[in-house]
């Protein structure tokens, strides 16, 4: 087998490996994480059903993966446009050579923690998105543009009660308030919510879908908490909360430093090991067991039933060879048991005979093609009733 894969092969499973890595990398972030198992388990088991050729389980799965594909992009429509949407922008978001990463200073950082305090004594609800490497349009509605340079006095004349914005969120980009007054989506993971309100499910949302990192102020409880992937923490303080912003930019603009081979292998070693495993099963089943090969089977020769008084004394050959053609999978478990030959002895004449052996006279499994019978005849003696019977005088 190893002889057969070529560069094409390889290359084909190193990208299959690298989508697959990072779908389940994509739904470990999302609200879909919980459903990735099932999916996995019953696609090897289809695979699986499908390389032994269990037809009624693979038909079964089959229907079952075309249901479950259905609700999925019922349930998860918004997680899946938003997959979409982030393959479009990967190469657009990669930073250019020389390019200077936009990010907050630490003026900046301070103005922020600052004025999230005051709204947490105050009890002003707020609702503050820095932007990470995602872009975030496809998952913010509404709001107005501002493009202004981040300030305190703007961002508390924005989350005054009498200001048109103060519902919804501010959106930060590097030092520049760029939008305020958005709508952000909502989180339905309930239980990560508990008993908190409508900022704290935005909050989530946003960071279910992209890298975003929110920080949510609660005008009930006066309290400061960060979103970020999907998890939220409530803070102590401000130098909790500077250090959350600082964490956030370090990753999503992490230094230049030299990343050693092993190093980068390390990062998400389980998920590289499951998305090569998955590639390479998929590769196996789906285009070498699809590829076109031979199999010669040696099948014993049975004939139908005798009239009656005839019975078969001798037969020649009792054994002959078949060779099939058709996809691996389907001859790699292929075994004599499953190819069997009986031949038309229903209208027999004479002591002996020779019988043509044709394709219809052979049983096999479907979706292979016969390309040789060896021998293609089988010869027989027949004892008849009147061989018995003594000359007359």
């Not at 006066?222 to 998890?231: D, F, I, L």
């Not at 998955?278 to 139908?304: C, E, I, N």
């Not at 099939?324 to 229903?346: A, C, E, I, W």
Request: hydrophobic share 45%; net charge positive.
């Amino acid at each position: 087998m190893f002889f057969e894969i070529g560069i094409g092969d390889v290359v084909d499973v190193f990208f299959m490996s690298i989508l697959i890595y990072f779908l389940i990398t994509w739904f470990k972030r999302t609200r879909a994480a919980s459903v990735l198992t099932g999916i996995i388990i019953t696609g090897f088991v289809y695979l699986l059903a499908t390389l032994f050729g269990l037809r009624l389980t693979a038909s079964v799965l089959q229907g079952f993966f075309a249901v479950i594909l259905l609700a999925l992009v019922i349930i998860f429509h918004e997680e899946i446009r938003r997959f979409f949407e982030q393959i479009a922008e990967w190469g657009i978001l990669r930073q250019k050579p020389g390019e200077k990463s936009i990010r907050n200073t630490g003026d900046d950082v301070e103005v922020i923690v600052r004025t999230a305090m005051d709204f947490a004594r105050e009890k002003i609800g707020a609702l503050i998105v820095i932007q990470g490497k995602n872009m975030l349009g496809g998952s913010v509605n509404g709001g107005i543009f501002l493009d202004g340079r981040i300030s305190e006095e703007i961002l508390k004349s924005i989350f005054d009660v009498n200001s048109v914005g103060h519902d919804g969120a501010v959106i930060l980009e590097g030092n520049k308030i760029v939008q305020f007054g958005a709508h952000l989506p909502l989180s339905k993971n309930f239980r990560a919510l508990g008993h908190t309100g409508t900022r704290h499910a935005a909050a989530l949302g946003i960071t279910e879908s992209t890298d975003a990192l929110c920080i949510v102020v609660s005008e009930e409880r006066g309290t400061v908490s960060v979103a970020r992937h999907g998890q939220q923490k409530e803070l102590k303080d401000g130098t909790a909360l500077n250090a959350a912003i600082v964490r956030f930019h370090d990753e999503i603009n992490p230094k230049k430093e030299q990343t050693s081979l092993f190093g980068l292998l390390k990062k998400n070693a389980r998920e590289k090991i499951i998305a090569v495993c998955l590639s390479m099963l998929l590769w196996f089943v789906q285009v070498y067991g699809s590829g076109v090969t031979y199999k010669t089977v040696d099948v014993p020769v049975r004939h139908a039933e005798l009239p009656a008084g005839i019975s078969i004394t001798e037969m020649d050959p009792k054994t002959i060879s078949v060779t099939f053609s058709g996809s691996r999978r389907k001859l790699y478990f292929m075994g004599r048991d499953q190819v069997k030959l009986t031949l038309n002895t229903l209208n027999l004449t004479g002591s002996s005979k020779s019988i043509r052996i044709k394709a219809s006279d052979l049983v096999f499994p479907e979706n292979l093609k016969i390309e040789n019978i060896d021998p293609h005849k089988v010869d027989i003696k027949i004892k008849t009733p009147e061989s018995f019977e003594s000359p007359q005088p």
